[in-house]
């Protein structure tokens, strides 16, 4: 009703002032001799001016409607705005539009599969390099480069793992299998895997997770979270003879993995941007190797698992990230 008597505003000051105009050019011809005919003048035009407002309204009522309602989704937009020659026009310029938009759509995801196959193509392919490299490696044990080359390839490898799962992450339901699993499995497999960075470092793994503990989460993303968290804490410790811990434990709001980090801790202006894509913050400054892409995996999987994810740090402390696995979605052996 808005739009309509917006839209028909100057039609009725124009009949208004037409009435007038008539009525005193007919006063001046000797019209309107009595009272009676006058109220029937006004009654007549008046009632002109309605029938013709209500057919305008009725016939565009469904326009108006669009109008004032704003879509939810795209194919709102597609709803039919009437039969009145304008909104037939409204109608096909929606459509057209809308066809225009569903075509750039679909370029847009082709060329971002073809970019998501290459990055996936690319990573595997530079996997056998890397595994010739290390076979090298293995051959010319105990020569002083070997420690070097190993430590860059295993950055390199870092590398790929990101960038690999960052173009999974699109795709997360066509690669996601929910099962049972027991904690402290995964987190060892987790840790020897990372043993070389561990020693290299000097910073000793203490797990503290009862064999028993399961939870429900996908077996492989559940590994790249905790091999993330875990690479994180390594990386931001400095100084020999420190602990990185690993717990598990039972809340009220679920259970909870928890990796504990005796490091150089976030500042406090850093650690609310820590999940934003790209953000290193000072530590990642101070660091160089920082790509500001793995916690922000970590949250998105998190997310998309059903998880939660909570940090905490000190600056020259330490930082806890906890993971809760809420009991909707957990069980016990």
Not at 13 to 37: A, D, P, Q, S, V
Not at 105 to 113: E, G, M, S, T, V
Not at 179 to 192: C, G, K, R
Not at 250 to 261: A, P, R, W
Request: net charge positive.
């Amino acid at each position: 009703m808005k739009f309509f008597l917006h839209d028909h505003m100057l039609f009725v000051i124009l009949y208004f002032f037409n009435m007038i105009f008539l009525f005193i050019f007919y006063r001046k011809l000797g019209g309107f001799e009595t009272l009676e005919n006058v109220y029937y003048f006004i009654f007549l035009s008046s009632f002109l001016l309605g029938v013709f407002l209500l057919f305008r309204y009725f016939s565009y009522k469904k326009l108006y409607d669009k109008l004032s309602k704003l879509p939810s989704k795209l194919e709102d937009t597609l709803s039919s705005a009437g039969t009145a020659p304008i909104a037939v026009g409204i109608n096909k310029l929606l459509q057209t539009q809308y066809n225009l938009y569903q075509e750039q759509i679909q370029r847009y995801k082709c060329k971002q599969a073809e970019h998501l196959t290459f990055m996936n193509q690319w990573v595997h392919q530079m996997k056998t390099p890397i595994s010739v490299i290390h076979l090298i490696l293995q051959e010319n044990e105990g020569e002083p480069y070997v420690e070097n080359i190993r430590q860059e390839i295993e950055r390199i490898s870092r590398g790929l793992n990101i960038a690999m799962n960052m173009a999974r992450l699109d795709r997360f339901e066509h690669d996601f299998s929910v099962e049972t699993i027991f904690l402290y499995s995964i987190v060892t497999e987790a840790i020897n895997d990372q043993k070389r960075y561990f020693i290299r470092k000097r910073v000793y793994p203490e797990v503290k997770i009862d064999v028993n503990i399961t939870v429900k989460s996908d077996r492989k993303w559940l590994k790249f979270i905790v091999h993330q968290l875990l690479v994180n804490a390594i990386k931001y410790t400095v100084g020999e003879n420190k602990k990185i811990t690993v717990s598990a434990y039972m809340t009220e709001n679920g259970k909870v993995l928890e990796v504990k980090d005796q490091g150089v801790g976030i500042p406090q202006k850093d650690i609310r941007r820590v999940f934003d894509p790209f953000f290193t913050g000072e530590n990642g400054r101070k660091f160089g190797e920082s790509t500001g892409m793995g916690l922000y995996l970590v949250n998105e999987v998190c997310k998309k698992l059903g998880h939660k994810i909570e940090i905490e740090s000190k600056v020259e402390e330490g930082t806890s990230i906890k993971i809760i696995f809420h009991q909707c979605i957990i069980t016990n052996v």
